[in-house]
């Protein structure tokens, strides 16, 4: 449909949603156009097809696809990292879910099921009510598959097969996926029975960005143009010694945090956020997310994403799907905010105070001395230095940065202005393409 009309997949879902292009709807909830009456209700005339955003494949490319799943099924670190992207992927495309449980690290040697969802409303791939998730990483897919299936089935483990769908997941490219599951949904043990593989994960990390980025770098790529909240900090954390901590960033701001938090969980818009500088601000909007609990912060971070680049910005809102609910933090200039919010999702823009911006402002007051003290002491600065940094924190975040910075120099400024059209410090994000900073932000 889009290609016909020469629009983006997300503009044509934005017409549907604000009612300006006519549609029916599926018994299974999906929108069907007639293109004819759509070109008529736009007042289109026929065009030559328009391809949608390219994405390049490969070890060059974007984000990563099917091959290099499979390829990072090999690696000793598979078995144990599977769940946490089966968690993820399942975080960043459901927005209800009553419960939610993977195993993860050495947990994955344990018995039991490897995840049990339970979904107040489903979708393309996680399906309404309970279903059990069996994982493997296996090069006989088939033998194990059929080992999880045979254990669970003749041990459910309190669950009641007949109201929970088995679900088998493999990144790797499996030529019997479809007839395996219609088999094993012809026994007619479970409420259904589905089967994932390498393609499978692709198409559905297509349409959950935040996950893909996450999952791109966690395989040892940095995602051109996009970044995740986690690593994004992770960067801009490593820059000091010892690395700044979430508490900092907030410290004495518990006012501005409830404001992006209540935002967060209002409907969807846009939103400046106003610090010393666009990076500040930028940092603030992280330490927001990843200062909440356990499991809120997981459902926000698995929808949550810098956006670098323009480019980056357009490939996102393109294939998103229709229900994901991204929180997007652009990081370049003049972001598209009005399509990404008709479209379903959060964005948060940083600024500086010396941007000019229309519409909601959340402006961030100096840090409170006694506030950054106690956040500089938890961060391991001895207390006969914490006084004296915590006096320049107040001053300048940014001042305090440059005096404990890593290389004694100023953190570089970006080669692009800030989402307000000033010229501003860039949160690092690229500037350790290939590393893979694992470590996990400290919260106080």
Known sequence: MAAALGLRPATVQMYARNGRIPFDTTPGGHRRFD??????????????????????????????????????????????????????????????????????????????????????????????????????????????ADDDYAARTKDPLGLT?????????????????????????????WKDVRAYD??????WLDETPAVHARITAMLGRDPDGARDVERAWADWAARTAPPLRVG??????????????????????????E?????????????CLLGLPEQERTALLSRALVVRTAEAWDEVLARAGADSGLA??????????????????????????????????????RLRRESAREALLAAGVPEQSAGDLARLARRSLLMLRRRLAVSRRAPPLSAQPAAGGQARPALPGGASRGRDIAATPSVT
């Open 248 to 273: 900092l960033v907030t410290a004495g701001r518990d006012d501005q945090v409830g404001q992006v938090l209540a935002w967060l969980h209002g409907e969807p818009s846009a939103v400046s956020v």
């Open 35 to 144: 293109v004819d009456e759509v070109r008529a209700a736009l007042d289109l005339r026929p065009s030559a097809p328009v391809a949608p955003p390219a994405r390049s494949r490969g070890t060059r490319g974007w984000l990563v696809d099917a091959l290099e799943l499979e390829s990072w099924a090999g690696r000793i670190t598979a078995r144990h990292e599977l769940p946490e992207v089966a968690r993820m992927l399942v975080a960043g495309s459901v927005r209800e879910l009553r419960s939610m449980e993977f195993r993860a690290g050495e947990g994955t040697g344990m018995g039991g099921w490897d995840g049990v969802v339970d979904a107040v409303r489903g979708n393309a791939w996680v399906p309404e009510g309970v279903s059990g998730w069996e994982l493997g990483v296996s090069e006989d897919v088939t033998k194990k």
């Open 275 to 287: 610090g010393e500088s666009g990076e500040e601000a930028l940092a603030f909007i992280a330490a």
């Open 161 to 189: 097969k007949s109201e929970t769908v088995f679900i088998f997941i493999t990144p790797r490219r499996w030529d019997q996926r479809d007839s395996w599951a219609t088999a094993k949904r012809a026994e007619g043990e």
């Open 328 to 365: 997007l933090i652009p990081a370049f200039a003049h972001p598209t905010t009005m399509e990404a919010t008709d479209a379903g999702h959060h964005v948060a823009v940083p600024v500086d105070r010396n941007a000019v911006h229309a519409g909601e402002v959340i402006r961030l007051p």
């Open 198 to 203: 390498a393609d499978t994960l692709e198409q």
